[in-house]
Structure formats: C-alpha cells, structure tokens
C-alpha cells in the first residue's frame, strides 16, 4: 500500500511559471545530484536545487557537487522548508528524480505530482511503480535516455498529473485502504474464531470429527 498526502497539502499549478527543473530532496551520492546537473545542461534548461546536505556527506558536496553550481544555469538555493515547497515545486516545468539506489518509495515524487509538476525518475527501487508513464512522467534507465525523453515529459497534461495524485496517492485513498485492511482482517479473525466454536462430536467409530 503507498503512502498518502492530503489533497490540501500542496497546491496544484497547471502553468508551471518559473520555466526551470527542480530537484528537491538531499545531495547525496545515491541522490545523484550530478545527473541532474548533467540532463538539465543537455537539454538548455535551468536547474534549481533545493537540498540538504547532511554532515556524512559534506565531503562529497564539497569535492564532487559544489564545484558543479558554479555552470551557467545552475542555482543552489539550500534546504526549503515544508511552506516553501509548493511554490517551488508548482513553478517547475518538471521534477528530475536521478536516485541510484532502491528508494523505498520517494514521497517527493508524489509532492510534484500533487502540484502538477511531472516526474522525470531513474528506475529504481519503487519508481516504476509510483510514475506512471506517459501520464505522470516517464521513468529512465540513463542520462541519454532522460536527455531524450524531457520533451515529452515536460509536454503532459499537468491537470493529469494532478488528478492522477488525487486517484492514487491523496490521504483519503490511503484512508480507504487501510479500513479494506482492517476490515479483512477482522472477517479473517471472526471465521477462525467461529471454526473454533464448533462443536467436535464422536461418530460410531469413536473416532472425533467436526
């Protein structure tokens, strides 16, 4: 079961007004930071970054990403707080998703999609089954192949991309589906503990049946 978002909880944009690629999350070696650098330079389009770089990972920030912000096009605005996200996500054109590792599920993914902002992701762990290919974005397996799949990614629906989040992954639809949990559970329960209540009696063998 995926997890849920209130549908209130970030607002929708269907005209992404800032015209940049966003990543959002924290600078990483797993994270892939540079890849996102690397596709948004390709394909001529801003990126901003809004990350966290956590202490284990100073060294790597430092020697292999910081020297990276310096490109034409390429801003590092630090980490943004849960009231700044929304703008930030809703003005972007798409969100780029470049992780190396298996993600257990990248709640930052559906954050994009609840603003309408498409989904550009590298397949691992849960994104292919959290994107939705050709609706919510398209999920990669290379830089090439990301290089050459942005137009289309940047040409979806927003509103799709919206309604789809709201159809998947809003609070309410996680809600419902913990009550259908729930509720078999405690059919299962109730069945075995009628199974239990039924009576053995002996048949003409002595032997006890049900």
Do not use: Q
């Amino acid at each position: 079961m995926y997890h849920g978002l209130p549908a209130d909880l970030l607002t929708p944009t269907l005209s992404a007004r800032g015209g940049y690629l966003a990543f959002l999350g924290r600078i990483s070696p797993e994270k892939r930071v540079d890849r996102a650098i690397e596709i948004a330079r390709a394909v001529g389009l801003p990126l901003k970054i809004a990350a966290k770089v956590d202490r284990v990972d100073e060294e790597y920030f430092k020697t292999e990403i910081e020297p990276l912000l310096n490109l034409p096009g390429i801003e590092y605005i630090g980490e943004i707080d849960e009231l700044r996200k929304s703008k930030f996500l809703g003005d972007a054109r798409a969100l780029i998703f470049p992780i190396d590792w298996p993600e257990p599920f990248g709640l930052v993914m559906i954050e994009a999609m609840a603003c309408g902002t498409p989904v550009l992701a590298f397949r691992k762990g849960s994104v292919p089954e959290v994107v939705d290919s050709g609706v919510t974005g398209e999920v990669v397996d290379s830089v090439g192949e990301a290089i050459c799949k942005i137009g289309s990614v940047l040409a979806l629906d927003r509103g799709g991309v919206r309604r789809r989040f709201e159809r998947r992954f809003s609070a309410a639809r996680m809600a419902l589906d913990y009550a259908k949990i729930y509720r078999k559970l405690m059919d299962t329960g109730a069945t075995r503990a009628g199974e239990h209540l039924v009576p053995k009696i002996g048949n003409s063998a002595g032997e006890v049946v049900h």
